[in-house]
């Protein structure tokens, strides 16, 4: 089975999602399909050998919509803008000079867009050759990322048709609000000139409502355009409800007038015209669709804003010289030149020099990390001290940057399980509110009522049914909720994860790197009685081990150097494999390592009960004990652990207080297991457990009836991460985490862990809401339009009333979904 992701064209609300899901749902060899409404995209997993992505397509073709799949060739696409063309023959002339560059795939060059379009093989050539053959044709070019390329002329195209629809609001209310007064205005006792009194000139009246409908109608034709065609291919959506509705109501009216130049029943007609009703419906209606498409837009800030932390230039370093070149020309391997108050180009390492680095944008930590020379560094990241060299390791798409970004656009295409019973209601709203529409009106009609009652009715009912709520309730909340945690420097993978992680009731911690920092560290250290001072047996210990490359070696040697000590180099050394180090420092013979190093060179423990104790201390708290001596006398233990991260306690306490069930899962002994967890707060453990035997234990969790998540490194937990119900990786563990974790935690926190749980119930909080405000909505809505509180005396829904509800129901389910943007 291959999973596809499709960018499909022509949606217009539920209905639309719905009824394509349905159909390509039916379609031999798929085994799921999940369409987005919100961000106009279809997950696909299908048999290749048995239904192809372009036989899917063809299908949706046929649905009115349009399906656009990305091609998979192990190609790449590089896109130019092309300068200095000015004829046919230029651009035939260069497109017939990169089809002829070896690894180039193909080559399409237009005029008219000054564009070219290269597919190639990156093993075979680069980008700089290509764009080095354009120049050498007497050509200019400039190279856009195609991510962030199709993303901004996506945008574009979306503000291009916000930008349509708020100027087709003009003539619609300029039309509209006359003609509402001057149909109502008599009414509700506003006078009339006798010109255009309906008692005295019926004719005039009614053809001055006409004359400013048309302005409104054709102003709001797309209702028309769109919505007809889809109910006479069986498919309505919402623009058939509007086009219905308001025909309906329009062609009733403009029969009448007829009727009126006619001279038949002059007076009578006049009074049965429902021109505002059709006019403001569809000037309602247009005014809601707009704050809509406004709302929406602002879903994707969050990536837009990543986005745009990319630097368009870098600072290149070739042969002693800087040279200012695009960023999409820097390859892997060049050395690049970072200044003060820069984003830093692409991913890499500092080659020379330091500064602190704002890796807010990945991690949510506002304070800068302090860097240095052969220290990792982020694109995208901002250096805020002391100008650097780096060289480049990941560049392009393959940055740290551009994963994020794929990952949570990946995320704001997928549907959560809540959705799926908005998507079943969705696919047969349609056509059930115009049946319902149509069987009030008839039921009202035949039961006495008149047929300008009837039609009220009808349209009301047409109108009010708001389908785009319920599609718009959960994808918008979760492209908002995926996109601020990427803020926070959370990426939640799918829809499916932000909705389980809110579910969990059981936390599986590994030990190693989750609930401690990782490595080992110097946590204190005993002086057997009347030997040398603390500073001294410290000072000796690091200078020996300063040649060990051991982690407790090394643990050793950090500490001296925090305390602002320079270890002496050792002038002999020789390492004992199972036992520790033979040094000489300063003149002295030092021993380091294990009770048995001692032993074998004849040097005795004291018989101190103290010092006994605090042994004894070490190991009930699973810290590592490293003897030390000097000059052929034991004088210190040093007691040596992976110690707990600050945060922990705080945030086990905190999963606590939320009725989590925090278990510590690791492959330590259980009495050193015992120990971190009683320090960490965590009362049940489960240790001795290999790492190929954690998911095992997971799944017995998930047995019992829990639902578990595991969180890790994602390194060799990432079978426990993938068999849990949500995985949940730490940011040490990046690349791994990628492909084995259902949440990845950018900052190496424990807090995040926190803010991820509480996004998520955040998230389905709102999500709940709106789907309880779409359904609540249309059923308390439908049925009031219907006529239902009419029967037992109450009154009715005006249609403009009933339009203006509608147009309104999904700018408040999408506004609720932007709360979550000001999510802390």
């Known amino acids: 089975m291959n999973t596809v992701q499709a960018q499909i064209k022509g949606m217009h609300c539920a209905a639309c999602s719905a009824r394509i899901e349905r159909a390509v749902g039916a379609m031999d060899g798929v085994e799921s399909v999940a369409v987005n409404l919100a961000a106009e995209t279809m997950s696909l997993t299908h048999d290749p050998d048995t239904t192809s992505v372009e036989t899917v397509a063809e299908r949706i073709k046929e649905l009115g919509f349009e399906a656009i799949f990305p091609q998979d060739n192990g190609l790449e696409e590089l896109n130019l803008v092309i300068g200095g063309m000015h004829c046919a023959a230029c651009s035939s002339r260069l497109e017939r000079v990169l089809n002829g560059l070896d690894g180039v795939d193909s080559a399409s060059v237009s005029l008219a867009t000054e564009a070219g379009e290269i597919s190639f093989d990156p093993a075979t ?57 001057l149909s109502m205005g008599h009414m509700w006792g506003m006078p009339l000139p006798q010109w255009l009194d309906p008692a005295h000139s019926p004719v005039t009246f009614a ?19 769109q919505g007809i065609p889809a109910l006479l291919r069986g498919g309505p959506n919402m623009d058939s409800l509007v086009a219905t509705g308001t025909g309906a109501a329009f062609i009733y009216s403009l029969w009448n007038t ?77 050395a690049l030149l970072v200044k003060p108050g820069e984003r830093i180009p692409v991913d890499g390492a500092i080659a020379d020099g330091s500064s602190s680095i704002d890796e807010s944008m990945l991690t949510g930590e ?45 995320a704001q295409g997928t549907k959560a399980p809540i959705a799926n019973l908005a998507d079943r209601i969705s696919f047969y709203f349609v056509p059930t509110v115009m049946s319902i529409a149509l069987a009030a009106g008839l039921a009202w ?62 936390i599986v911690f590994d030990k190693t790197g989750t609930l401690t920092r990782g490595r080992p560290e110097l946590v204190e250290w005993t002086m057997t009685r009347g030997t040398a001072a603390r500073t001294e047996a410290l000072f000796l210990a690091a200078g020996a081990e300063s040649r060990s490359e051991h982690p407790l070696a090394q643990a050793l040697v950090r500490h001296a150097r925090e305390k602002q000590l320079d270890p002496p180099e050792p002038t002999a050394f020789e390492a004992i494999p199972g036992r520790g180090i033979r040094a000489t420092v300063m003149g002295r013979e030092v021993l380091i390592g294990n009770a048995e190093l001692l032993a074998e060179n004849d040097i005795s423990l004291i018989d101190d009960p103290f010092t006994t104790r605090e042994i004894e201390r070490y190991a009930a708290e699973g810290m590592t004990a490293v003897y030390f001596a000097s000059e ?103 690349d791994v985490a990628v492909e084995s974790g259902d949440v990845v935690l950018m900052q190496s926190d424990l807090r995040s862990l926190l803010t991820a749980l509480r996004l998520s119930r955040a998230t389905m909080g709102n999500i709940k809401q709106n789907l309880f405000w779409a359904f609540a909505f249309n059923t308390i809505g439908i049925p009031v ?25 999904s700018v408040t389910v999408v506004s609720n979904a932007l709360r979550l943007r000001f999510f802390k």
């Open 366 to 410: 506002s304070m800068p990390v302090s860097k240095g020379e052969g220290d990792p560094v982020a694109g995208g990241t901002m250096n805020t001290h002391g100008a650097f060299t780096m060289t480049a390791t990941r560049v392009g798409g393959d940055t740290m940057l551009a994963r994020i970004v794929r990952l949570v656009q990946e």
């Open 207 to 225: 053809l001055a409502q006409l004359l400013l409908t048309l302005p409104v109608v054709w102003s709001g034709r797309h209702f028309y355009l």
């Open 785 to 809: 339009a219907a006529g239902l509180l009419h029967v037992f005396g109450g009154p009715t829904l005006n249609p403009m009333i009933a339009g203006t509800a509608m147009a309104m129901s």
């Open 632 to 734: 052929g006398r034991f004088n210190a233990v040093f007691a040596i652990a992976d110690t707990m991260r600050d945060e922990t306690p705080e945030v086990i306490a905190e999963l606590k207080r939320e009725g989590m069930r925090p278990i510590m899962l690791t492959g330590d002994n259980e009495v050193t297991a015992r120990a971190v967890a009683t320090r960490a707060g965590i009362h049940e453990v489960i240790a001795g457990v290999l790492p190929d035997r954690k998911a095992d234990e997971v799944e017995r969790l998930q047995k019992e009836g829990r639902k578990v998540a595991m969180i890790g490194d994602g390194i060799n937990d990432a079978p426990a991460l993938a068999r849990a119900d949500i995985g949940i990786a730490m940011g040490s563990g990046i």
């Open 445 to 506: 009609y035949f039961s006495g009522a008149d047929f300008a009652f009837s039609l009220r009715i009808f349209v009301a009912v047409m109108v009010i049914a708001c389908p785009c709520a319920m599609g718009l309730a959960t994808p918008v909340s979760i492209m908002v909720g995926t996109g601020r945690g990427a803020q926070l420097g959370v990426l939640i993978k799918s829809g499916r994860a932000l909705q389980e992680a809110g579910n969990l009731d059981t």
């Open 125 to 181: 050539i680069s980008r700089k050759t290509i764009r080095q053959a354009v120049a050498d044709a007497g050509f200019t070019s400039e190279v856009r990322s195609p991510s962030a390329a199709l993303y901004e002329e996506r945008r574009k195209e979306a503000e291009a048709r916000l930008a349509a629809q708020k100027r087709a609001l003009i003539p619609a209310f300029l039309f509209a609000f006359p003609l509402l007064i």
């Open 258 to 334: 007829v009727e009126i130049l006619a001279g038949i029943d002059v007076m009578t007609r006049v009074m049965d015209l429902y021109y505002e009703s059709a006019a403001v419906l569809i000037a309602m209606i247009s005014l809601g669709k707009y704050f809509e498409a406004r709302s929406k837009l602002k879903t994707s800030d969050a990536i837009r804003a990543l986005m745009r932390l990319a630097p368009e230039t870098a600072t290149l370093i070739r042969d002693g010289e800087q040279k200012t070149v695009p960023v999409d020309e820097v390859e892997p391997g060049d």
